[in-house]
């Protein structure tokens, strides 16, 4: 009984599971990779840590740069 209920408990375990981000994913996103951060920091989340922190520093980079290109008027 139990050889069959181990399979079946572990899919449902993989399908209730967020899916795995990566930076790209986080860079689109910097208020959800903000709060990923935060959590992370604050221990409650274990995944996605350095994919969080990588999205988060392009998408700071992403509004640096077009602060940037709007201050000397490049399109």
Known sequence: M???VAPLAFAVL????????DAETF?????TAARAVADCDAGLR????????QGLAEARRQMRMAA????????
């Open 27 to 31: 860079a689109r996103s910097p208020q």
């Open 46 to 53: 274990t995944r996605d840590c350095i994919a969080a922190r």
């Open 14 to 21: 993989a399908a209730c599971s967020s899916p795995v981000q």
């Open 68 to 75: 940037y290109a709007q201050t000397i008027r490049e399109p």
């Open 2 to 4: 139990t050889r069959r």
